[in-house]
């Protein structure tokens, strides 16, 4: 059997789809689609060699999933793919990552999306668009999972303190946390709309059959689930913060009222 290599890596915050499509003289769809594919023809004049079953997928979110390339020409396409003006990010690509392979018989084009599946299915190519697509979906959900995770832990500590009704934390500290909670989930919210099933791939009773069994495997569904009640908390803690916040801020003005009224009578029997 044949293998079918996928790596996948997060390589920036966004990619600008139309940007690198004009680059490689791509003609965009009308239709508004996540990602550009550039297909054999563009990645052997990038190599410079035959290079029949290989693609890339760019997605707007900022994944890139290589199918069929070695980590000598991956390395080769980001340097080429960062003369189009775009800001790779290479700490990110290092970090965030995923990795697939499915088991092609070439005799009759039968494929199993993974090495011990049970059920096999005809060799289209749009398997690969399904299959690249949720390794991006898993890399872009693992990095707004491990970013939520450090800020939830920094966020956590204050959770204690404010249910005693007060902060012991340094000020500054606690404002700069609190921003930062908002500016994930601001920079996130985003990017969590995309992590469910392409509209494109829900055409078909196969194409969601293949998407649906692939995402299973990476278990989109369910760390979707769990994210989405991660953030809700998120905004819990800061919902208690600009709560105790405002708390604080009606009883200064009621005692600042209180000063007021107490000084009244004094400033009338000295006038």
């Known amino acids: 059997m044949e293998r079918v290599n996928f790596n996948t890596y997060k390589a920036a915050a966004k990619l600008p789809l139309a940007q690198i499509g004009s680059f490689f003289n791509l003609k965009l769809e009308a239709v508004w689609k996540e990602y550009i594919k550039i297909d054999s023809n563009e990645v052997e004049k990038i190599l410079k060699y035959s290079s029949p079953n290989k693609s890339v997928y760019i997605y707007t979110y900022g994944c890139v999933t290589f199918i069929n390339f070695n980590q000598e020409e991956i390395y080769v396409f980001l340097e080429y793919l960062g003369k189009t003006y775009v800001e790779l990010d290479y700490k990110m690509i290092s970090k965030f990552s995923e990795t697939h392979v499915m088991y092609l018989n070439s005799e009759d084009a039968s494929i199993k999306l993974w090495e011990d599946a049970d059920e096999e299915f005809h060799y289209g190519k749009y398997i690969n668009d399904i299959v690249a697509t949720v390794l991006a979906k898993s890399a872009e959900l693992y990095k707004i999972e491990t970013e939520l995770s450090e800020v939830l832990d920094e966020a956590g500590k204050f959770i204690m303190y404010l249910n005693r009704g007060y902060l012991r934390a340094n000020k500054k500290k606690v404002i700069s946390t609190i921003a930062k909670c908002i500016r994930f989930k601001y920079r996130s919210i985003e990017n969590v709309r995309l992590l469910g099933r392409s509209s494109e791939f829900n055409r078909t009773m196969e194409s969601r059959n293949i998407f649906d069994k692939v995402s299973e495997l990476f278990e989109l569904d369910e760390r979707y689930v769990v994210l989405l009640n991660r953030m809700n908390i998120l905004d819990s803690i800061t919902g208690e913060y600009f709560i105790f916040r405002s708390q604080q ?23």
């Open 249 to 271: 801020s009606e009883r200064r003005l009621l005692l600042f009222e209180i000063l007021l009224l107490s000084l009244f009578p004094l400033s009338h029997l000295l006038s």
